[in-house]
């Protein structure tokens, strides 16, 4: 089959948009090659794309000016829903392509929580990716995720959410990414995460949160290399928070919060220091300001502080280095009173041996 240059022009335009979509290219070959026009035959008003490579069919219904969802092709395999007017998903949505389905773009409608059913996205079962972007939904459903068992990426940026259930992801212990940034999050349950040890980004931006809680890391300290915190109301960083014990976080992002830069900082100020080098965003410009010092995160050292638990603690280590100098000077000596003692005590023996046979 011959293209012409328009035709060619298209279709790179189509899979320039797809791979930063980062819906269907996420999961389809990067390799796939050229994307082959086709009929959708069940809906006229949008498009489909055979993806040879794959062997997959991409369903591309972006700003058809849709109410509903429309009749699906049942092999669908790649469907983008995005920038329409869909205000409601109920139980038979995505019926005919429960089976196929593994990534779904449904970002830029008018959904709200409340007409989203509770079985909207029940038997997709194959589903890797799932966007609602900048949709209304104040609150998301537990039972919205039980059957998304292999669900990878997880979009909810920009959904005015304000609150999350603490066990609300339990269902997806798949999850490599979780999106939810620009929204009005105050509060994070510290058991958010407890069942995605695969997490690889984290992204809680642009939120209301003004205190992570401890051990909120802790599950997935194999596996997060990036957490992006930017734009918050975090004043600290407890060390108990666990981010010492991220060994894979190569991309940390603590900008435009409040910081207060006081004794309780000292640890996160020592830790940075002595990772500076897994760090790329430290290379950045964007760094974290103190709200109570003009100075960063980064510039910071000891003698920015008055702790006195900071002296006590270098007290202490002086003493207990002086101790062991001495101790290690007199080694000598000691071992020699020892020496000493043990010969004593012999001698003492051998005394009391020879009485005992005179007197027998």
């Known amino acids: 089959m011959r293209f012409s240059n328009l035709d060619l022009f298209v279709v790179v335009l189509i899979c320039y948009y797809i791979q930063n979509s980062r819906t269907i290219t996420d999961f389809c070959n990067k390799n796939c090659g050229i994307c082959q026009n086709s ?37 669908t395999t790649h469907l983008n829903l995005q920038n329409n007017k869909i205000t409601k998903l109920d139980g038979n949505s995505f019926i ?6 593994v990534s779904l773009e449904l970002s830029k409608n008018k959904l709200v929580s409340t007409n989203i059913s509770k079985y909207a996205f029940r038997g997709l079962d194959q589903l890797q990716y799932l966007s609602l972007k900048e949709n209304y939904l104040s609150q998301i459903q537990i039972i919205w995720f039980a059957d998304l068992k292999s669900l990878t990426h997880l979009i909810l940026e920009k959904c005015n959410l304000m609150n999350i259930s603490e066990d609300v992801f339990r269902q997806s212990p798949s999850l490599k990414l979780i999106n939810l940034g620009d929204n009005n999050i105050k509060s994070l349950p510290s058991t958010l995460f407890s069942k995605q040890i695969r997490i690889n980004r984290l992204e809680l931006h642009n939120n209301l949160i003004k205190y992570v809680p401890d051990a909120f890391l802790e599950t997935s300290k194999s596996s997060i290399s990036e957490l992006l915190l930017h734009d918050n109301l975090i004043e600290t960083i407890h060390s108990s928070l666990g981010l010492q014990h991220l060994t894979n976080l190569t991309n940390l992002t603590l ?10 900082l000292v640890w996160f100020i020592n830790w940075t220091q002595n990772n500076k080098r897994r760090f790329k965003v430290l290379s950045r410009n964007y760094k974290p300001l103190c709200d109570n010092m003009n100075k960063t995160l980064w510039d910071l050292n000891l003698r920015d502080f008055h702790c006195k638990w900071i002296w006590w603690e270098v007290a202490l280590s002086v003493s207990v280095a002086i101790l062991l100098v001495i101790f290690y000077l007199k080694l000598p000596y000691i071992r020699r009173c020892i020496s000493d003692l043990i010969h004593k005590q012999h001698y003492i023996k051998l005394q009391s041996t020879a009485a005992a046979e005179e007197r027998g």
């Open 39 to 75: 009929t959708c035959e069940r809906n006229d008003s949008c498009k489909c794309y055979y993806c040879q490579d794959c062997n997959s069919l991409c369903v591309d219904c972006d700003s058809k000016m849709l109410e509903n969802v429309p009749n699906l092709e049942f092999n």
């Open 96 to 101: 005919n392509v429960s089976c196929t389905i």
């Open 255 to 264: 900008f435009s919060n409040p910081f207060k830069c006081n004794c309780d």
